[in-house]
């Protein structure tokens, strides 16, 4: 059956920007909701877009990639205020009728993103740019033009939202799909007829025969980031199939939310909430009482047993042993080590190694014993430098230090892109970065860290893909694969110290630390066990080092 679209001779070589509104014929467009299954779609993808935009206070929204109205009926019917554009006027006909047929008249506008300003008027709290449509684009100049007329209609403290097809997979592994998020309908077959790194052929067979192809440009995910953020975007984050976490092979789909605002003194301060909880919980008398007798007072981070009943101090200096081995340390070294809690690793890298320790931390009252056990160590200042302050914001020059070290500390930071990114500016060229981190495994459920994540005042965790994408992003090079995984120390660790804190709260513990503090501890230490057993949850060390280029 023949689709009505005109590809000339040769197909393949059909890679034009303003083709795509061509091969959006009638017949394909009538068939189009069909592929997308709007029931289907809608449980899929649940309130991912509506709750992410009023989470921003958006109430203005500009929809770029209306297609057949999906997204734009489901936003006028979470109450926003939105208006509808494309390039194809018969998509954008067939958007009013469904609108229409929902309840809600569409105000739609046919546009050209090269010129989006000149078709379509004011500024928008949000653009949308959904569906794959950016991959119609073929030329970069283009690309980058299009870009740069949504930053300039959306207001200071706008946001971009626009997805991706996964690209990546597709071009490296070869095409395979889940099925189950953007492309909802069961009797439509969809998969790539051809494909290069400058085109992806998409090939669209109906249950009736017929056929439709669309010419798409592969974009990889981190390209696209980079284009977004030379266009004066100052911060993007990714999701992979509505989750954070995740797999870099394993979404079928990539989302990018692109902020256009500067960081104000008030958002700041928002962005800070994470550090200014995670201080007010370590400063707490609990917390110092709890960690100083539970965990020893020295090294409170995640350990590496050799046995079940092995002491906790002894374990968690085994992970700075083993840390330590990884890295070349001599008297000339210097390290910045990011959430230096009680000391412990300060000291051994001193003691040990003789190299001198500048030790971060947010807790003063942690800080306060970090000092004080330095002194009856016999350490000066010139070997460990105590600051109270946070990782967010490093109070050191660029290029000032050969290691940058942290232990399960990153996740108490609500910016941690920006965490690595002030590492790499610390770091001199060839320096080493070496953490550790408990994490969300790349391929969790989402909802299913929920309880530890209210335990621990967070809205989302890092994951081994999250880190490995921004530390390649910021110039870094894994050494040793990059990643050396160990969940199940992470189970036997918080197993260790529930037991611990179960036999020690009628004795050392006792009137000591509340009650309540103690019973929110113990559901929080099953939280994390149960996590890492169920491989939710992870944990390990990561080694790199920043490139000299």
């Given at each position: ?119 379509v008027h004011g500024e928008y709290d949000a653009i949308v740019c959904l569906g794959n449509s950016f991959t119609h684009i073929f030329s970069e100049r283009d690309r980058r033009k299009a870009l740069a007329e949504f930053y300039a209609m959306l207001k200071h403290d706008g946001v971009l939202v626009l997805d991706q097809r996964n690209y990546d997979a597709i071009l490296d592994r070869g095409y395979n799909t889940q099925h189950t998020f953007y492309y909802c309908g069961e009797d439509v077959a969809v998969e790539p007829e051809y494909i290069d790194d400058g085109l992806c052929r998409m090939r669209y067979h109906f249950p009736d025969d017929s056929v439709y192809h669309l010419n798409m440009f592969p974009l990889r995910k981190d390209y696209t980031r980079q284009l977004m953020t030379q266009v004066g975007f100052q911060r993007v984050d990714t999701y992979g199939d509505f989750q954070h976490t995740y797999r870099d092979e394993q979404p079928d789909f990539f989302i990018h939310v692109a902020e256009k605002e500067y960081r ?286």
């Open positions: 059956m023949h689709s009505g679209q005109e590809f000339g001779d040769n197909p393949e070589e059909v890679r034009e920007t303003g083709h795509y509104a061509s091969e959006y014929v009638p017949s394909f467009v009538e068939k189009w909701d069909s592929l997308i299954d709007w029931e289907k779609r809608t449980e899929s993808e649940g309130n991912f877009f509506i709750d992410l935009l009023r989470k921003r206070g958006v109430k203005s929204v500009l929809d770029v990639a209306t297609g057949t109205g999906f997204h734009s009926v489901r936003l006028a019917a979470a109450g926003f205020d939105a208006v509808s554009a494309d390039g194809s006027a018969d998509m954008l006909a067939k958007a009013f009728e469904n609108g229409r047929d929902h309840g809600y008249l569409l105000r739609v506008v046919q546009a050209d993103w090269r010129w989006l300003n000149r078709d104000t003194q008030q958002m700041e301060r928002e962005a800070s909430q994470a550090t200014v909880t995670a201080r007010t919980y370590y400063n707490s008398r609990d917390a110092d009482v709890f960690y100083a007798t539970v965990w020893g007072g020295e090294d409170i981070h995640i350990g590496m047993y050799e046995s079940d009943d092995e002491p906790i101090g002894d374990a968690s200096r085994r992970t700075v042993a083993h840390m330590a081995g990884k890295l070349d340390l001599t008297e000339q070294s210097l390290v910045l080590d990011l959430g230096s809690g009680y000391g412990g690793v300060a000291r051994y890298l001193a003691e040990t190694h003789g190299c001198r320790v500048l030790a971060l931390n947010l807790s003063e009252v942690e800080n306060s014993r970090h000092r004080e056990l330095n002194a009856a160590r016999g350490l000066t200042t010139d070997q460990i430098e105590v600051v109270d302050g946070a990782f967010e914001d490093i109070p050191y020059p660029d290029a000032s230090v050969d290691v940058v070290w942290s232990q399960d500390a990153f996740l108490h930071s609500g910016d941690r892109a920006r965490v690595l990114a002030e590492a790499a500016r610390v770091l001199r060229p060839g320096g080493h970065l070496v953490f550790t981190d408990p994490m969300a495994a790349d391929d969790c459920p989402a909802g299913v860290l929920q309880p530890v994540l209210d335990r621990i005042h967070l809205e989302n965790m890092g994951s081994p893909g999250f880190y490995t994408d921004e530390l390649t992003r910021l110039g870094f090079s894994p050494v040793g694969g990059g990643f050396e995984e160990h969940t199940d120390q992470l189970v036997n660790h918080y197993t260790r110290v529930l037991r611990e804190t179960e036999e020690q709260e009628r004795g050392a513990l006792a009137g000591k630390v509340s009650t309540e503090y103690l019973t929110q501890m113990k559901k929080g230490l099953r939280h994390w066990i149960d996590g890492g057993r169920d491989q939710h949850l992870t944990w390990g060390v990561f080694h790199f080092t920043k490139t000299t280029s």
